[in-house]
């Protein structure tokens, strides 16, 4: 197999289901296993804080260590992807993730359990988890010719996981123990490594030649910038995270549980996991010649998310608009991460992705930082309904852009 066998390009008639393809299927299976180690691992970490008495303040110091690596890292992933080929970084990623999980499993079977402990094996996790993410990306289009159904599949995975996660997490924990929740983590990030092993045989276009690091920092940020599509859309979205993506989680599922209590936030929150893969099934089916214009006419739908609460709407009322706003994020995902992996050169696609993840990421933290003092100072109610309002302006923004209007389908020219 050799990168033109790999390189998507346009075909004169349908082309074949990903689940046809062995590597994506062993692909599937591996980010099944990871995202569902992701799902367990917020309400495995929240019970180990606060049952070792270190209390909320514990829990944002364990998640900050966890979160703080990826975005200083996430850059220097995507180069060691390139450098070393996706499947070399990821398969050493999940390694790295499962010995800390098990170290961590080890260390709560005890009483004395430190904070530092805890934030240092999330650090070493979130570090490894920043090699892992780029990579993703350049892996799609080595393992699928139908790149768009591929990504489709991946979300309804996300979303399952993402639903049975904490679900399984939490069962864990009650009827075993938070270490025996680690176990399973750890378990399911080696099963990650196992399944991604044999996909190194895949011919991959590597960076061979011998520039430092800052160098090839500087060519994928060449290779991100030359495209106006591409930072037209990070650079609103960044601005979406800080004040759409940041408030809406906390102040939201506050006010919701406040309004409908905890099983009703609960059922509305699956309501949003089930919209999520109503939008990957869309995703599947529906190949518009405009994919950004039809994902971000999608997205006005999470345009809801924050609304709903904000106005107190009823318990049905916000179900709904949360299986819109699942189905509205989940369908824009499929049709940028398409984009992107369409669009891309492969030898560089890792580097571009890690600026992708990066410019996403970074203020999300931040959002969620200042939501609490701006609630505090003009209501949480007031807050979401500003998030809601800034939701269409930079949705109505991004559509404004003539290069995200004009992205066809088709990759580009010169394709690596």
């Known amino acids: 197999m050799t990168i033109d066998d790999l390189t998507v390009r346009p075909a004169p008639g349908p082309l074949p289901s990903p689940w046809r393809s062995g590597p994506f299927r062993l692909f599937f299976t591996a980010r099944s296993a990871s995202m569902l180690a992701d799902g367990m691992l917020m309400v495995s970490l929240t019970t180990a804080v606060l049952g070792a008495g ?54 709560l079977t005890g009483d004395g359990v430190r904070l530092w402990q805890i934030m240092a094996l999330m650090a070493v996790s979130g570090a490894a988890t920043a090699m892992f993410q780029p990579g993703l990306a350049s892996m799609v289009p080595q393992v699928a010719e139908d790149i768009q159904r591929a990504n489709a599949l991946l ?28 176990v399973v983590i750890a378990a399911a990030y080696g099963i990650s490594a196992l399944v991604l092993t044999p996909l190194r045989r895949i011919t991959t276009r590597r960076d ?91 997205m006005f739908c999470f345009a809801l998310n924050p609304l709903a609460p904000a106005l107190g709407w009823s318990f049905t009322t916000t179900a709904l ?38 410019g996403s990421i970074m203020v999300i933290p931040l959002g969620r930082a200042l939501a ?18 800034m939701a269409l302006v930079c949705l109505a923004g991004m559509l404004c852009v003539p290069a995200v209007r004009g992205l066809g389908r088709g990759p580009e020219a010169a394709d690596g």
């Open 54 to 107: 270190y209390g909320v303040g514990g829990v944002g110091y364990a998640l900050a260590a966890w979160m703080t690596p990826i975005a200083l890292l996430v850059l220097f992933g995507g180069v060691l992807a390139d450098r070393f080929t996706p499947q070399v970084m990821m398969v050493a990623a999940d390694l790295v993730r499962m010995l800390a999980m098990i170290v961590l499993a080890v260390l």
């Open 155 to 182: 979300r309804i995975s996300e979303a399952m996981s993402a639903l049975a996660g904490p679900g399984l997490a939490g069962l864990l924990v009650a009827h075993w123990h938070v270490s025996g929740s680690y």
């Open 208 to 298: 061979e030649g011998d520039d430092p690091m800052w160098q090839r920092l500087a060519t994928g940020w060449q290779e991100f910038r030359a495209r106006s599509w591409l930072w037209g859309v990070i650079v609103i979205w960044s601005v979406f995270g800080l004040f759409v993506f940041g408030p809406a989680l906390p102040l939201g599922a506050g006010l919701l549980t406040e309004q409908h209590g905890a099983g009703g936030f609960g059922w509305i929150a699956s309501a949003d996991g089930a919209g999520t893969i109503v939008g990957g099934l869309l995703g599947m089916r529906v190949r518009p010649r405009r994919p950004l214009v039809a994902g971000a006419c999608a």
């Open 321 to 358: 608009t949360g299986a819109l706003a699942g189905c509205g994020f989940a369908f824009w995902g499929v049709m940028w991460a398409t984009s992107v992996q369409s669009h891309i050169p492969l030898a560089v696609l890792s580097r571009v992705s890690a600026y992708d993840v990066a």
């Open 372 to 389: 609490g003092p701006a609630a505090e100072a003009f209501g949480a109610d007031r807050v979401l309904l500003f998030s809601s309002g």
